[in-house]
Structures are given as C-alpha cells and as structure tokens.
C-alpha cells in the first residue's frame, strides 16, 4: 500500500478583503485571518479519501514556513492526516525553493503520490508542483479534477483550456488539485483531540543543504487602481440607452 | 538577446493567445524564435510563418509530441534552452503545465502571470486575487514567463512574410505518462478570453434549465458566455466557463455580469473590462462597486426585457 504526501501551505484566508502596506512592501498579513490553502484542503481530502478507500496506508502532511505554520498542519492532523513534518524557515520561499524542499522530503519518505493545490492563493503562482515533478523527473498531473488511483498508476482528469483531458500517469506522481476533485471535511471534535497525539516532526530548513535564496526581488507592491465610478440606473430601457450613447460596445 | 515562444496550438489552428504573448515579446528582444511542438501539425506551422518580426519557427513534429504532455515537451525545451535569454510561454493551462517544470530542470525561478513589462528584468504581476500588483525583478540568466493574454494587445499578422522553418528531431518518448483522452466543450461562440463581449451568470439562474436563458442574449449579441464558480460548480455550465482568480481572465469590451454577487475571486477575472454590467437584485452586491452601469433588479425579467428591446430595434 501507497504513502502519500500532501503539502500545506498557511495563507490569508480567502475571505480577508487584504490591504497593502503603506510603503509598499507587501501585504499586510499583521491580525488577519490564516487558514491552510483551499486548494491544499482539497489536496489533504483527497489523500484521505484515498486512504479510506484502502488504497494509502498513511498520509503525510508537509508544510513550510516560520513555526506558526504548525497550526495549518494541525488542521490537516485534524482532518485525519496521519502525521505532519514541519520544514522551518523564516525565509522568503519562493516556489523553487518550495519544490526543492519538497524533492527534500520526498527522497526521505519514498511516497507513491504527492498531492499540492495548484496555486496558493496569496501569491498566485501556479508553479509548485510542476517544478517538484520536473526535480523528482516524475510524471505530473495539474489541475486535476478527478483522480483513479491503481497499484501502478492514476489516471487523472485536468482542466484545461476549453474543457477536460485525462492521462495516465505511471507513479510516483505528483498531482495538483482542481477546485472540483472534491470538497473538503470539516474536522470532527473527536479527530481534533486525536490530532493532539499524532506524530509532528520539525526539521530545520539550513539543514536539508539546499540553495533556498530566494532569486525573485519584489521591488514594491500596491494596490491596483480599480472602483469605477459606477451609476445604477433605473430601468432596461435607461441601461440600454445609456450603453448605445455613453459607450462603443453596444450598437 | 534571442526569445523562445512556446505556441499553443491543437494540431491543427494557432490559438489567438498566440498574438498576444508576440506583442509581450516583442517588448523584450529584437529576436523571437517560436517553437511548435505537436504531431501533424503541418497547418499550425503555416500560420505561425505569418507571424510578425519573428526569426524562425522551430518545429518538432513527432506522434510522441501529438498531445503536448509536460514531461517530454519540457525536456525538448531544455535541450534548446541555452540559446535563449527568456523562455515565453502564454498564462494558462498549457504555459502553466509546461514552463514551471522547465524552469525547475534548469534551477531557475519564474515569473508566471505577467500582465506589464518594465524593462528586461522587471515585470508587474498581481498577487491575492488581483488585489495586489506586485513588480518584481529577477536576475536569472534565461528568463521564464507566462504571459497574460489580456494584458497585451494582439499582434497583427504579416500575410506577405514565409518565415523559415528549422525541424527538431530530438525525439522523446513518453514513458511517464499517457494520454487517454479529451473531452471538449463544443460551442459556436466566440472564445471566452477573445470574446469582445461576454455574458456571464452566477448563482442567482438557480438551475442549469434558467441558465439556458443567456445563450439566447449571447446570441443575440454574438458574445461569449461566462459563469462564476457558483455556477460552474452548480452545473449550470461547464468548468471552462468559469472567470475568476482560478478560472479563466477576461477583459472584453463589455462584460455582463448577471446574478453574481462579485466574490473578490470572481472580480479577478474580470475587473479589467472596459465596460461592466450587473445586474443583481441586491442592491448591496459588491459587483455594483466595480460595475459602470448597474441595474438593481429580478434577473428573469430583465433578461426578457432586454431581449425584447434588442429584438425591437
Ligand atoms: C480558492 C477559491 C477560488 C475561487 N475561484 C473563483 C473563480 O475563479 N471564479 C469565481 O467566480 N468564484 C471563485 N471562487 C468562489 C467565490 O468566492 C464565490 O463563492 C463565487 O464567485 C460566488 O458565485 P456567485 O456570485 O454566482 O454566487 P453568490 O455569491 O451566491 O451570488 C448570487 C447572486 O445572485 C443574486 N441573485 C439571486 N437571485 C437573483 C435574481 N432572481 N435576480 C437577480 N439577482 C439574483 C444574489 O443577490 C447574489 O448576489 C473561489 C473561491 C475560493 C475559495
Ligand atoms: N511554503 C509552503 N508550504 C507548504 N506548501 C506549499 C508552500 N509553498 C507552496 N506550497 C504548495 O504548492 C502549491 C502551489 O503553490 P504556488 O506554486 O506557490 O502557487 C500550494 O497549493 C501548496 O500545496
């Protein structure tokens, strides 16, 4: 039976209407919310689904960051995740270096599958997971929205451009989550005492001997210029009028 | 300073995505190779020789490169990567499966989503569902983006130019993975993310049968439709209808968005209109903060009130 490896990531949660630092050097992330990704939810669902399934025998959830990420790893323990590896940094870590961690720990633990989201949702980047596959020379699929997993192999269904493919990939892959592969549990009162006793591991970033500088330099953010001066208008007949004389779109 | 452009094409059309990354490029290198990789794909190559101030059209043409996998399209782009300073490639579902894993293979970072180029080394991305932009620069040797299409006009084609073509017979097969099969939405309308008008509904149709009821203005007004995730995961449309921070980024000349509440997820893929519609019986919907025109109203009857008056004309 299979290990399967799924990563967590502690962002902003995605109902925090975020503001920009004043001097424009990020986020402010100071007393917002935190939650654990949404798409690595469904990464963590659909490992235990698998487990369930009886097709793993242990989940593995790796996350990455400065030691307050423990708590996203105790939602995943919560949600029935076997055990958690915390790698610590206070580093920027960008998703090369992200991936090179990941490769890290995926040499130590041997896992038939590992499972990310496809982008966290602070950042943006999209990127994790492909580069994981391409370090670890693993076949890969991305945004996927159905997984059949076999002794050998998982076929995966993925989103793309104007509809779905489906491919068969040979394991150990890497796969990265689609919103629609499932919806995630909520933890049960019972699976979050448990998680108390569950085994969590932390390693320390330096000692995995890898170049994890970070290489992108962000020169300033801010906030984009948006809000339009927007009007309601009474009626279809007003609507309509107001797009054919105030407007080019509309003839 | 020489540029590689990934196309993206299905074997037998370039995708319009395809000007878009050409302007971005252009921004960048006086040179611009492109390169096709597909199986068959003898009509893609005659369009990309169209292709404006490009050198040369790299083609690897081989039944192992037919559906594009990452692994082995990814190891062809390695293999030429030395002779380029930035690797191109449009942001979505083909670009974004491809270049991060390239990228990786030759230990660099990337710059994926860039919507504005500041000079050769500096680009603006957004970040938390376009609530940020951020401008970030990067010291790497060979540069590795993905382009937002929207944000780049559309290159113009030269019909009097037959640019060279330079066939690639590194041949990589594909042990890892294996393509089963597609499943395509099948439409006549325009494509979302070319469309010059978009009507897009959300949660409040209710059903997949009411939804039915935008493709007849869609119709009507030859446009694209859209939904939100509310909709998409409702089944009243198909996933590759869905806007938003994970879903498709539009900007067409007139967006209509109706019964969508304007979720920030979904305004990120769509705030860069030129002209936004809502229509939404709350009067308190935070689309109405990013719409130019906003109609407080039942959803139903102004569908029918709008076809009426369109019909009328
Ligand atoms: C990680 C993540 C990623 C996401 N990515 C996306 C994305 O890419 N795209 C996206 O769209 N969402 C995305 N979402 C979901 C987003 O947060 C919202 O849940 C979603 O956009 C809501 O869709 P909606 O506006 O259709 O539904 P609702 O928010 O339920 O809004 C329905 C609206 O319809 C109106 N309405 C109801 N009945 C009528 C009527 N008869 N006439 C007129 N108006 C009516 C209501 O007033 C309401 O405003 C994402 C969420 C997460 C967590
Ligand atoms: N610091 C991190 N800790 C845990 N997981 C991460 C981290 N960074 C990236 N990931 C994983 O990689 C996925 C894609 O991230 P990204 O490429 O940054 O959009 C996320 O959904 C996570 O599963």
């Not at chain 1, 809000?227 to 004389?245: F, H, T």
Request: proline letters at 4%.
């Amino acid at each position: 039976m299979m290990k399967i490896l799924v990563t967590v990531k502690r962002v902003v949660d995605y109902t925090v209407s975020i503001r920009v630092k004043d001097d424009q050097s990020g986020v402010d992330t100071a007393n917002v919310k935190m939650s654990m990704n949404p798409f690595d939810e469904i990464a963590v669902e659909e490992a235990l689904r698998l487990k369930e399934q009886g097709i793993a025998s242990e989940v593995v959830a790796v996350s990455i960051g400065l030691p307050v990420c423990q708590e996203t790893l105790r939602s995943a323990l919560s949600m029935g995740v076997d055990r958690a590896i915390l790698v610590e940094t206070d580093l920027n870590i960008e998703p090369l270096s992200a991936a090179k961690i990941f490769k890290a720990i995926a040499l130590q633990e041997s896992p038939q599958l590992i499972i990310l989201g496809k982008q966290a949702i602070d950042t943006d980047y999209n990127q994790t997971g492909q580069m994981l596959a391409g370090l670890l020379n693993w076949p890969q699929g991305t945004f996927a929205s159905k997984m059949v997993v076999d002794k050998n192999s998982v076929q995966v269904t993925r989103e793309i451009e104007g509809g779905l493919e489906t491919l068969l990939l040979q394991l150990p892959a890497v796969i990265t989550t689609d919103l629609r592969l499932n919806k995630p549990r909520y933890p049960s009162l019972p699976m979050i005492m448990q998680a108390k006793q569950k085994p969590f591991q932390v390693i320390q970033a330096a000692t995995l001997q890898l170049d994890l500088q970070p290489r992108l330099k962000i020169v300033k953010v801010v906030s984009p210029q948006r809000k339009r001066a927007g009007i309601k208008v009474g009626s279809v007949k007003e609507l309509l009028d107001r797009l054919k004389n105030e407007t080019q779109v509309w003839q | 300073m020489t540029t590689l452009l990934l196309i993206e094409h299905d074997n037998k059309k370039l995708a319009l995505s395809n000007y878009h990354l050409l302007t971005a490029a252009s921004k960048l290198t006086e040179e611009i190779d492109v390169i096709i990789i597909g199986y068959q794909c003898e009509s893609v190559v005659k369009e990309a020789q169209k292709l404006p101030r490009i050198k040369k059209v790299l083609v690897a043409n081989a039944s192992c490169y037919e559906h594009q996998l990452a692994e082995n399209c990814s190891e062809l782009i390695v293999s030429l990567a030395k002779n380029y300073q930035y690797i191109m490639a449009s942001a979505n579902t083909t670009g974004k499966n491809c270049l991060p894993r390239v990228a990786a293979m030759l230990d660099l970072a990337m710059v994926s989503d860039v919507v504005n180029i500041i000079s050769s080394d500096t680009f603006e991305r957004y970040m938390y569902a376009g609530n940020a932009l951020a401008t970030v620069s990067t010291k790497e040797p060979i540069k590795i983006l993905t382009i937002r299409q929207t944000a780049f006009a559309k290159a113009a084609i030269d019909i009097n130019q037959t640019i060279p073509v330079d066939n690639i017979d590194i041949i990589i097969p594909d042990s890892l993975a294996t393509f089963v099969k597609q499943e395509l939405t099948k439409t006549t309308r325009p494509e979302l993310t070319a469309a010059k008008i978009i009507v897009s509904g959300g949660r409040g149709f209710k059903s997949a049968e009411n939804f039915k009821l935008l493709e007849k203005l869609a119709d009507q007004l030859g446009a694209a439709i859209g939904a939100s995730r509310a909709a998409v995961d409702a089944g009243f449309a198909p996933n590759d209808y869905q806007v938003g921070q994970t879903g498709k980024v539009v900007a067409p000349d007139l967006y209509i968005a109706i019964g969508i509440s304007g979720a920030i997820q979904h305004l990120a893929g769509m705030k860069d209109s030129k002209v936004i519609v809502a229509i939404n019986q709350d009067p308190d919907a935070p689309i109405f903060a990013v719409s130019d025109y906003g109609l407080v109203a039942d959803l139903f009857d102004a569908l029918v009130e709008i076809e009426n008056n369109i019909k009328d004309k």
